[in-house]
Structures are given as structure tokens and as C-alpha cells.
């Protein structure tokens, strides 16, 4: 997702800018850098789970733990997963093979029914890129399981799928860097300057290319800031985007408005 956020289609600013090109220029160019980290900043907050508290982590890491468990069942036959086996059983092959492992289940003879899975040779192992292939599909990873896998594999792919949480608003993070400056922002119950975005939406994002800014000076400056990351616009609503962007050109609006007319004031 590109944001071209710059003072274009505002003709009347653009004309009077045009006449303080070498004093303006530079103070403008600050002034979007500065709207345009405050504009990631507000996407990365406003991307779901909205927030920047541990809640809306929790929820992540908890949705993950759900569907991961949901996709891929423990190799061990129980009560608790003996429904996702038939479903694995049913796509595998077909019913009736689906069927005959839960009459033997059903009866109590669980050790009958557990042989019954090991000649029958179902898929097992987790599959990371099933998982990803699913995640991406709108509705989400579904209910329907991939296959058995074993409980140590399970929560190592848990773990490592939640280090990554926040991947979504960490585009927006490195966009904000992208422009150049202090990430920093005033904490409403302190008053002092904190760091703008969590530390876990930042480790997120560590040793991938997620995100970033193009930054052009001169007459015209602009900045583009942008987010790389796949499911961007699946964790962040396009009204929500542009609201935020609208909120950000008025504000940008006023603030060289004021600029120009300070000019008018020293020139005449």
C-alpha cells in the first residue's frame, strides 16, 4: 500500500508557495515528514487488532495458537481430537474410510482405531506454507485440518509464528523510520516524550523489509510512505486508511496556510 502524501491538488497553496520557493521549500519538506510519521504511526495503530497494548498482542498470539492447533492435530488419538482425524480421514480419502475409523472409535476401542490411522498412512508433519495459504483466504484458516502432526512441532511453530505478531503494523513502523526523525510522542497520562510505536510491533518487523518512505526535497517536496507487508489490506480497512490520510491533509493544510501568510506579513 503507497500513500503519496504531499500538498498536490491544493492549487491555491501550491501557487503561493511557488512565490517563496527557497524559504518555504525547506520548512514544508519538515512539515510532511513530520505529518507523514504521525500518519504511520495512526495507520499502524488503527491496523487490526487496533492498538498498541498488550490486549491487542494477546489477541494476536491467541487467534494464532487457535488455528494452528486447529489446522494441524496432535499425533496422539483422543477424545479432543478424534472429530479433526475424521475430517482429515474424509478429505484424505474419502467417508467411508471416515466412517469406519469412527465406528471403531465410538465403540471404545480407541488402540483398534489407532491402528487403524497408522495403516492408512494419514499426512502428518505441520506445514507451514498450508498455513500461510489458508491464513491469506478470506474467512480465515477454516476448520477443516491439514494433518496430525506431533505436539513438540505444534507449539515450535506456535512460537515461532508469534514472534512475528504485529507484522502488519510493523510495515507502517518502518515506513515512519523510512521518513527519517525521532519516533517520539507525548504520553497522555505522563506528558512526557515516549517511543511512538511498542516494542513488539518493532520486533515484528526486525530483519525484514516490510516498509519504508520516499522523501523528495526541492521546489515540490513529497513524501510516499509505504507498506509492503501481504496482508496490509486484509488488517487495515480502506476507509479507515483514508480517513486517516484526509485528517492528515487538513492538518497539513492549515499548518502552510499559516506559513504563507507569515510570508505575506515580513514581504508586505
Known sequence: MNIDFNIEGLDRINQKLAKYPERLAKETLSQLKMEARS???????????????????RQIAKSIDRDVRR????????????????????????????????????????????????????PRGVRAEEYETRRKQKGGVGRKPIALAARSRIESMIRKKQKRIGMAKAGW????RGVGGRLRTTSSASGKAVAAFPKWVIAA?????????????????????F??????????????????????????????????????????
Open 39 to 57: 500518519l504511520s504511526k495512526d495507520l499502524a495503530y488503527e491496523t487490526s487488532p487496533r492498538g498498541f497494548g498488550e490486549r491487542a498482542r
Open 71 to 122: 489446522l494441524f492435530p496432535e499425533n496422539e488419538l483422543t477424545t479432543g481430537n478424534a472429530s479433526q482425524v475424521y475430517d482429515i480421514l474424509e478429505s484424505h480419502f474419502d467417508k467411508g474410510v471416515a466412517d469406519a475409523f469412527w465406528l471403531q472409535f465410538k465403540s471404545g476401542n480407541h488402540e483398534k482405531a489407532s491402528k487403524f490411522l497408522r495403516r492408512r498412512g494419514l
Open 173 to 176: 513502523y518502518q515506513a515512519a
Open 205 to 225: 518487523g526486525r530483519g525484514l523489509n516490510l516498509g519504508g518512505a520516499r522523501v523528495v526535497a526541492g521546489a515540490n517536496p513529497s513524501v510516499t510512505i
Open 227 to 268: 507498506s509492503d507487508v501481504r496482508h496490509g489490506r486484509k488488517a487495515l480497512k480502506q476507509g479507515v486508511m483514508t480517513r486517516a490520510l484526509a485528517r492528515t491533509e487538513l492538518r497539513m493544510k492549515k499548518v502552510l496556510a499559516k506559513k504563507i501568510e507569515a510570508e505575506n506579513r515580513k514581504n508586505f
